[in-house]
């Protein structure tokens, strides 16, 4: 009886460790932190191991809230919030591309796996945005090429009246010999 109980003990064992093991979810996020410049596309990218077909959600989390970017099931069906349909791609893998990123698109964006039997797992990704500084450099240059567009006019004004300074010196006193 005894044996019975053992084996019956390491059966349920071995049944419930295969159920784990099956409900196994994993996420590997690559980069937690990504800087990119306005007006350029960014890789959000992430890879999950799952046994079965999970549901894949982002979210992008600011200041101002919290909202849904995409949620799909892989092979399925695709659900794309209507603030970024035209500027995302999705991918079978988990990753999200972002087209064409602003300034508002900064923030913290939360991926959630979750399996057919409930089991989620979360992965975090920080996005910092950046504007490009060619425009102050570009002031700069023709600030530069002003002042030094108005400096030639002036000597060229300084030469003229010195010319004419001297031309009236000698008229008033002419040399004589």
């Not at 196994?24 to 937690?32: C, F, I, T, Y």
């Not at 949620?71 to 995302?88: A, L, M």
């Not at 939360?110 to 425009?135: A, D, H, K, P, Q």
């Not at 570009?138 to 002042?147: E, I, K, S, T, W």
């Amino acid at each position: 009886m005894r044996t019975l109980a053992s084996l019956l003990w390491i059966g349920t064992l071995f049944l419930a460790v295969g159920w784990t093991l099956q409900r196994e979810v994993s996420l590997h996020v690559s980069q937690p932190s990504l800087n990119a410049t306005v007006a350029k596309n960014i890789l959000l990218s992430v890879a999950y191991t799952c046994k079965g077909v999970p549901v894949i959600e982002w979210k992008h989390t600011a200041k101002w809230g919290t909202t849904k970017i995409a949620e799909w099931k892989p092979g399925t069906y695709t659900n794309i919030s209507s603030s970024y349909r035209d500027r995302v791609n999705v991918y079978s893998n988990g990753s999200l591309q972002i087209l064409n990123v602003a300034m508002r698109d900064s923030g913290y964006y939360l991926v959630t796996v979750t399996e057919e039997f409930g089991t989620t797992i979360y992965g975090t990704i920080l996005l910092n945005v950046s504007e490009i500084r060619y425009e102050d450099l570009h002031f700069v240059a023709v600030f530069f090429a002003f002042l030094t567009a108005v400096s030639s006019i002036l000597i060229c004004l300084m030469w003229l009246c010195n010319k004419s300074l001297h031309l009236l010196q000698k008229e008033r006193h002419p040399l004589t010999g």
